[in-house]
């Protein structure tokens, strides 16, 4: 199997390009569908790097697949955007290749401006915010917090702005949603959002359609030894019925904070198994926001090595297993 990374994608006169994004290609299907290609990009404070890691889109589509039957499950009249993990017939044998596993078909919806984030730790940059000012996101939070620890009031919706590629996101306060969404959709967006991620700790969840086995969804994770310390979720609009659409990827490393919680432990900052290694890297050798950073071998090894392991742990199965399942 390759292990060249996949950094740009292009499917000629089979399908229209419609943008690209900071890891992913999007295509015109017909009218209401459209085809979400995972490149090996990856994106740290906001800066796109100029290598990739290998077969990390697969990571993210097939993780992604996997969420979204969960979730799909476990919260009655969930509705997103995702139809199929198979390619369009207009996709040419060659193509397929390249693009099985990492492609998506999704319905076509119009897209909210805004990442939901949601934290039930404290931790990252919510944490540098809360030491200096005791807020997060300008919600005030109690005193006597301490880095990594379990917010003790319940999960927090922590929103912040959707940048283009080559631009900042900001952290806004909920109110600062309300501003760019309206009341009613903004209150919609933090209760689905806050929804998904308390579903996600629920132990008696279950996936019964999950993409090789049946599994147990966030109690699952950390039984499997993961705490899903943050996420973000995005949201679309599908305005026929005025619904509102869980969009783009759930649950991965490139969207979420996965830490091992056999070394989790109050006070410090926990090791994790996602591009938080990447993100240290970059801000200890001086690299952090600059454009046109190549990353070393041995950054890119141990970083696609804590997404396939935040796989296995997840999945309970290798990634080589799920992409080769005869192998």
Avoid: C
């Amino acid at each position: 199997m390759s292990n060249a990374s996949i950094m740009q994608t292009d499917l000629g006169d089979a399908l229209p390009l419609i943008a690209r994004g900071k890891v992913r290609d999007l295509y015109a299907v017909d009218d209401r569908k459209l085809l979400f290609v995972a490149t090996d990009r990856i994106s740290a404070y906001d800066v796109v790097l100029k290598n990739g890691i290998p077969r990390k889109g697969a990571l993210l589509t097939l993780l992604s697949a996997h969420w979204f039957s969960v979730l799909s499950e476990a919260v009655p009249h969930l509705k997103t955007h995702f139809l199929s993990l198979e390619l369009p017939s207009q996709i040419s044998a060659e193509k397929r290749t390249l693009l099985r596993y990492r492609s998506m078909q999704v319905r076509k919806v119009k897209i909210f401006p805004i990442e939901a984030i949601v934290r039930g730790y404290i931790t990252g940059s919510a944490w540098k915010e809360y030491q200096a000012k005791g807020t997060v996101h300008g919600i005030k939070l109690r005193h006597g917090l301490r880095e990594s620890e379990e917010l003790p009031d319940g999960a927090l919706y922590t929103p912040s702005t959707k940048a283009e590629a080559g631009e900042h996101d900001e952290n806004i306060h909920p109110d600062q949603a309300r501003q760019l969404l309206g009341d009613d959709y903004a209150q919609r967006i933090e209760d689905l959002a806050v929804k998904l991620y308390t579903t996600v700790l629920r132990p008696e969840v279950l996936a019964v359609r999950d993409l090789l086995t049946t599994l147990q969804a966030r109690d699952y994770a950390k039984q499997r030894g993961i705490i899903i310390a943050d996420t973000k979720f995005e949201f679309g609009l599908d305005p026929r019925t005025d619904e509102i659409i869980l969009v783009d990827e759930v649950l991965t490393p490139d969207s979420s904070r996965f830490w091992p919680a056999s070394t989790y432990q109050i006070g410090v900052t926990p090791t994790s198994f996602d591009k938080q290694y990447l993100r240290d890297w970059l801000t200890a050798t001086g690299k952090r926001g600059v454009q046109g950073v190549t990353m070393p071998d041995d950054v890119v090894a141990e970083t696609s090595r804590k997404y396939e392991e935040a796989f296995e742990m997840v999945v309970g199965k290798r990634l080589d297993s799920v992409m080769s399942p005869t192998q």
